[in-house]
């Protein structure tokens, strides 16, 4: 893919198609252990691969989002870029910040005596309502001010406690104290800050704020607190982020569109795409029976393998009469049961009454009629019976078929 945003356009092509295809196609099928005559179609949603064509689109897509450009599914909102190289420091006045871990109680009460000025605690919050952040200021054991803040519903948490440290470098910029201390519960964002490389526009923009404390010669110390283990500052942090998502009616403070909220969305288009393609193609037919759509097939995928007998089940493409009189690898293709009746995994799953026992058996356990609609429901609720009842009479005609 690389390169993508130049060439994707050629990816339109048919003939650009046809050779993607070529290459993805025998991937696919070893992937998902299948004859060679399996369709495209049908192997990439037993491998769970998204069409190359699409993929290279997805890839363009993205690039372009990040470089900037408008986007339909960000309805004229901006992506968070990355700082540029330009504005960044000189190398040699970067700078990494140093924070100290407490890890209960004891430890912050320990640190507390020791800490002189202010005290700053900050934390971010994600809920169904939206996204929240906020900073209360301690002095001497009392609350002396606190700030509230609403980011954009797609925010992240990260987001959310990344701007709060900033807004917490803000404050140590007005205060008049000479000495700073400040407290996240987001290991994540002070670790982002730990690092000598920032280009996150908003860790860029707390590191900014610290050169300019450093020219003042305040002294600015950080530390990461422990969520939830009942220290009071931090309690109140999280209260307070917490209304800022229910109760702050305003425009959002910050909306710096996360590169993963764009990802997922170019994803979502994608699958959207593929599940449209999968459904009008004229092949995979049997494929259809057992999953009819593209979200059907990747949740059944995420909790089955595929064995090689499995996929011949799945594809039809397999030891079975028919398939074998097709590729003139023996001379009828009719079923044990009927002369004028077709051996294929569809007849002998659902009609051969050779296996009425076995089907009447597998009925009766998993108190559902076996038909060719309620294959969906079946994979749902009775995976594994009706996989092995499948792989069972598949065997039969497979090795029969043999001799
Ligand atoms: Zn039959």
């Not at 701007?163 to 994540?188: C, F, G, H, M, W």
Request: contains cysteine; proline residues 3%.
């Amino acid at each position: 893919m690389y390169a993508s945003s130049v060439w994707a356009p050629a990816t339109e092509k048919i003939t650009t198609q046809k050779q993607l295809n070529t290459v993805q196609r025998g991937f696919a099928q070893k992937i998902c252990k299948s004859y060679r005559t399996v369709s495209l179609n049908a192997a990439l949603l037993l491998a769970d691969l998204i069409p190359l064509d699409l993929r290279i689109q997805e890839a363009a897509q993205l690039y372009e989002a990040k470089r900037g450009r408008p986007q339909d599914i960000l309805c004229g909102r901006e992506v968070e870029r990355r700082v540029s190289f330009l504005d960044a420091l000189h190398p040699s006045e970067e700078f990494a910040v140093e924070f100290r871990c407490l890890e209960d109680k004891e430890s912050e009460s320990e640190a507390k005596q020791a800490m002189t000025g202010l005290r700053i605690f900050t934390d971010g919050s994600k809920m169904e309502g939206g996204v929240g952040a906020a900073l209360t200021c301690w002095k001497d054991g009392e609350e002396t001010l606190i700030k509230k803040f609403r980011l954009e519903s797609f925010c992240t948490v990260y987001q959310a406690e990344m701007y709060a440290l900033y807004q917490a470098t803000k404050v140590a910029i007005k205060t008049k104290e000479p000495s700073v201390n400040i407290l996240s519960d987001s290991r994540s964002a002070l670790e982002t800050l730990g690092g000598t490389e920032t280009f996150h526009p908003l860790a860029f923009a707390v590191k900014k704020n610290l050169s300019l404390l450093k020219a003042k010669g305040k002294e600015i110390n950080f530390f990461w607190v422990r969520a939830h283990i009942g220290i009071e500052g931090n309690e109140r942090a999280d209260v307070l982020a917490k209304e800022a998502v229910e109760k702050l009616k305003t425009r959002p403070n910050y909306d710096g569109c996360p590169v993963s909220y764009i990802k997922r969305n170019i994803r979502r288009d994608t699958i959207v795409k593929w599940a449209e393609r999968y459904k009008s193609g004229h092949t995979a037919s049997v494929t259809k029976t057992f999953l009819p759509t593209v979200e059907a097939a990747h949740k059944f995928l995420k909790k089955t393998t595929m064995t090689p007998l499995l996929t011949q089940v799945f594809t039809g493409h397999g030891g079975f009469a028919e398939y074998l009189h097709r590729f003139k690898c023996k001379d009828s293709p009719s079923c044990v049961c009927d002369e004028r009746q077709e051996e294929n995994i569809l007849h002998l799953i659902f009609d051969c009454p050779q296996h009425s026992r076995k089907r009447l058996d597998l009925q009766i356990e998993i108190c559902m009629n076996l038909c060719r609609d309620s294959i969906p429901d079946i994979l749902n609720e009775d995976r594994q019976t009706f996989l092995d009842f499948c792989c069972k009479i598949a065997e039969i005609a497979i090795n029969r078929n043999k001799t």
